[in-house]
């Protein structure tokens, strides 16, 4: 079978599913899954998909819930999560955004930390009852019950009014040339505002959000301290975006 065939196939059942997984693939197409994986390397950077753990989904604006999402690249946020730990400091005041990276973070928090934490995701609020001495804020504004976040003008002006120590970013696409960018401009400027309303900003991205642009500009790299991802700082991938001032985790 072409390439270009396999390609077609994947495509097909994504389209009609949402979600494929590699060994499923390999039986389908009868071939092996490190065929598959080496096919959905090449979609996924050419931008026709998104590489999940064990598989892909499709790539389009929010293309699962957030429940739904959980399940995806555990394993990487779980990496992810833990690099950040050492970033959060007793005494701190941080922003927080939407998103399942930004849910481990919260849940791997050591447990007498003492932090205060101003969020528009509300997927933390059950787990932040076992941290005693967190102070939590939530803002306020439209509620998106796919992505379990606020966002708006609401949104906006309620971060204004603070001054955070450190902003922990998740993200949608990191490019090396174009910076941060997410699929909705409410998003997007919800995003803005914490970068411009913290002393810090920490991006966290793993590998399949990296070398990747959306449609609505939130920063540039230049704004951002650190970069955290799941692969090891000194990965080649990497190598675009190796610059004095931005510091890579």
């Not at 609401?154 to 949608?172: N, P, Q, R, W």
């Amino acid at each position: 079978m072409l390439k270009e065939e396999r390609f077609e196939i994947i495509l097909n059942e994504l389209q009609n599913k949402k979600k494929v997984k590699f060994e499923d693939l390999a039986v389908q197409i009868n071939v092996s899954e490190d065929t598959i994986r080496r096919d959905i390397d090449l979609l996924h950077r050419n931008g026709l998909l998104s590489k999940a753990r064990g598989g892909a989904i499709v790539r389009e604006k929010d293309p699962l819930t957030f429940h739904d999402r959980q399940s995806f690249l555990t394993k990487e946020k779980d990496i992810i999560a833990l690099k950040t730990q050492q970033f959060l400091k007793n005494g701190m005041t941080v922003f927080m955004d939407g998103g399942t990276t930004i849910w481990a973070v919260v849940n791997y928090m050591p447990l007498d930390i003492k932090i205060r934490i101003i969020t528009n995701n509300l997927s933390i609020v059950p787990i932040i009852e076992k941290f005693k001495n967190v102070e939590l804020i939530i803002l306020g504004g439209n509620y998106e019950q796919d992505l379990a976040v606020t966002s708006g003008m609401t949104t906006c002006y309620e971060v204004s009014k603070y001054i955070a120590d450190l902003f922990i970013m998740g993200t949608c696409a990191v490019d090396s040339s174009f910076g941060i960018s997410s699929v909705s401009i409410s998003d997007g400027e919800t995003k803005k505002m914490m970068v411009q309303s913290s002393k810090k900003t920490i991006a966290l991205a793993s590998q399949n959000k990296l070398n990747q642009s959306e449609s609505f500009k939130v920063c540039d790299l230049r704004q951002v301290s650190t970069l955290i991802t799941d692969l090891d700082s000194d990965d080649s991938v990497l190598n675009a975006y190796r610059k004095p001032e931005l510091q890579i985790v």
